[in-house]
């Protein structure tokens, strides 16, 4: 398999042969590393939530001005290990969803943003869900207009050219 950290089993069970995971569109994705990554917070499940220093730094002050301008964001989802990554697909496959399907809307392991410590799945109180439906509420379009200042750009937009559905709450953090 090379350097990639998916296992034979997964890439059987999605029906991926090696030559179909050579032309997979995504790039490649470094996991960050223990030492590189601090709490950002909790889930309303009790999730701990984990991310780099610097997009933690990042978020807080994005959220502090959102609350200025009355917007309250939320991170439902931060950093994941490959591990997670293949729990979160195998979990799909072992409901019965389409593999195709399940590529659509999660990277596979090595292939994620989250991998790297600096993707952020954002919502607010009002639109909570990971939906599309996030585009209409108040913070995203707080996001589209500000998260810039702060570093943060949106990975998947419509028609973007890793195959992706267009995800309106993933937003990432771009280092200098």
């Not at 999730?47 to 609350?67: E, F, G, I």
């Not at 994941?80 to 399907?101: T, V």
Request: hydrophobic share 35%; net charge negative.
């Amino acid at each position: 398999m090379g350097n990639t950290p998916i296992q034979d089993g997964l890439l059987q069970r999605l029906f991926l042969t090696p030559e179909a995971l050579a032309r997979y569109p995504a790039p490649k994705q470094d996991e960050a590393l223990p030492h590189q990554l601090i709490v950002l917070g909790e889930t309303k499940a009790g999730r701990v939530l984990q991310a780099t220093s610097d997009t933690v730094q990042h978020w807080t002050d994005m959220r502090r001005a959102a609350q200025q301008d009355g917007i309250q964001l939320e991170v439902r989802s931060a950093f994941r290990s490959y591990d997670y990554q293949h729990q979160l697909i195998a979990r799909k496959l072992d409901r019965g969803e389409p593999p195709n399907q399940i590529l659509q809307v999660v990277a596979l392991p090595g292939y994620s943003e989250h991998h790297t410590g600096y993707a952020l799945d954002i919502v607010t109180p009002d639109h909570p869900e990971l939906t599309e439906d996030f585009e209409l509420s108040a913070g995203f379009a707080w996001l589209s207009q500000s998260a810039h200042e702060f570093g943060f750009s949106l990975s998947y937009p419509r028609d973007n050219p890793w195959g992706f559905i267009y995800e309106p709450w993933h937003w990432c953090f771009k280092p200098a």
